[in-house]
C-alpha cells in the first residue's frame, strides 16, 4: 500500500476494506469471515442497493453505489471483488477509476481478454511514489483467495485460523496450497500470504511480492509456490538471483502432469519443454533457492533454515 501503511506487504491493521458484491451470497459469506478474523471491512459496494445497511453478524455496514462513495465516506484503501465473470471487468475499472490502493480480485472465470483489458488500464493510471510513478491501483488476482497479515488483517478467502502472525512471507499462484503451506509451518507463522492466482494475465506477480518480502522488515524468510506453464518462475528465478538476500524456498506444482494438457488453472499448460515443472526446479535451485518436490518437503526446508538462523 502507498505511503504510511506500507507495511507488512500490501495489507495491515490499518487496512480498511469494502466489498464490491457483498450484497451476494459469496460476498456475504466472506464478509463474515473477514470480519470474523478482525479485519476493518467498513462497507460494500452495490448500485441497486445504495442506501441501504446490511447487518452482518451484528455489525451494520453501509451500502454505497461506487467505489469512490465508498472511499470518500468510509476512507477505504482495498476492495475485494465478488463480483460475476460478466461484470468484473467494469468493476475493476471503477475500483482504478477511484484510485483505490488495493484492488482483490477473487471472481474465477473471467475471459483473459477482460482481465488483459483492466490490467492496461490499471498500468495507465499511475500516482508518483519515492520519485517513480507507480499504478495507482495494485491488482491481487484474478482467479485468487487474496491476502492476509495474520493478525492483522485479511482482504480475501483465506482462512484466518490455520496459522499465526510471524516472519515467513509467503507468495503462491494456488490457493489449496497457500493454505496446505500456512498449516505447515504455523507453528512458525507468517508476515503476510498472498495468493496471485493462476490465470494467463494477472495483476501482482511473484517478483512483485518477492521485492516486497525482501523490503519488509517483517519479513525474515520467503516462501515461492509457482505450477506448471508459462514462465513466471523462471522469471522470478532470475529476479531472486539478482536481487533477493533473504532465504528463498520454492514449490513447483505439476511434476506429473501430462505434456500439453491445461492442469487445474488456465495457466497451467505445458508445451514442449517450456514451463515444465522440472524446468521451473532447475531454474529455481540455479539461483539458490531450494526447491522441494512435496508441499511437505518443502516446508521441511524452511524449517531447516529457520533452525539453521
Known amino acids: ?56 453478524d451484528g455489525v451494520s455496514l453501509p451500502v454505497f453505489a461506487t467505489v469512490a462513495e465508498a472511499m470518500g465516506e468510509t476512507d477505504a484503501n482495498v476492495t475485494v471483488g465478488f463480483v460475476p465473470p460478466a461484470f468484473t471487468k ?15 480480485v477473487i471472481t474465477e472465470g473471467i475471459p483473459v481478454h477482460d482481465t488483459a483489458a483492466f490490467w492496461a488500464y490499471a498500468q495507465r493510471k499511475t500516482v508518483a511514489v519515492d520519485g517513480r510513478d507507480v499504478a495507482a491501483t495494485r491488482i491481487v488476482g484474478p482467479n485468487c483467495p487474496g ?51 493462476g490465470d ?3 495483476g501482482t506477480t511473484h517478483i ?8 519488509d522488515p517483517e519479513t525474515d524468510a520467503i516462501v515461492m509456490i509457482g505450477e506448471i506453464g508459462g514462465d513466471a518462475e523462471e522469471r522470478a528465478a532470475a529476479y531472486i538471483k539478482e536481487h533477493v538476500t533473504k532465504p528463498v524456498v520454492g514449490y513447483v506444482a505439476g511434476f506429473t502432469a ?3 494438457k491445461t492442469m487445474g488453472h488456465a495457466g497451467a499448460i505445458v508445451s514442449g519443454s517450456s514451463g515444465t515443472a522440472q524446468g ?10 531450494k526447491v522441494g518436490k512435496t508441499p511437505s518437503e518443502t516446508a521441511r526446508l524452511m524449517r531447516d533454515i529457520i533452525a539453521g538462523s
Not at 482462512?159 to 504455523?186: C, F, H, N, W
Open 280 to 289: 521451473k526446479k532447475e531454474a529455481l535451485e540455479a539461483a539458490g533457492v
Open 208 to 215: 512483485d511480492c518477492l521485492e516486497a518480502f525482501q523490503d
Open 147 to 197: 491476502l492476509i497479515s495474520p493478525g492483522k488483517s485479511n482482504a480475501g478467502i483465506i482462512p484466518a485460523d490455520i496459522t499465526k502472525a510471524g516472519r515467513i512471507g509467503l507468495v503462491s499462484k494456488s490457493g489449496t496450497l497457500t493454505y496446505q503451506m500456512m498449516y505447515e509451518l504455523r507453528d512458525f507463522g507468517f508476515s503476510t500470504c498472498v495468493g496471485i492466482g
Open 200 to 202: 494467463p494475465i494477472i
Open 90 to 104: 467494469d468493476s475493476v475499472i471503477e475500483a482504478v477509476d477511484a484510485e483505490i490502493p488495493l484492488a482483490v
Open 258 to 260: 501430462p505434456e500439453g
Open 1 to 56: 500500500m502507498r505511503g504510511s501503511d506500507a507495511v507488512a506487504i500490501f495489507l495491515n491493521e490499518n487496512s480498511k476494506i469494502i466489498v464490491q458484491g457483498m450484497t451476494g451470497s459469496e460476498g456475504m459469506k466472506h464478509t463474515r469471515r473477514m470480519l470474523a478474523s478482525g479485519a476493518q471491512v467498513v462497507g460494500g459496494v452495490n448500485a441497486r442497493k445504495a442506501g441501504t445497511k446490511v447487518d452482518v
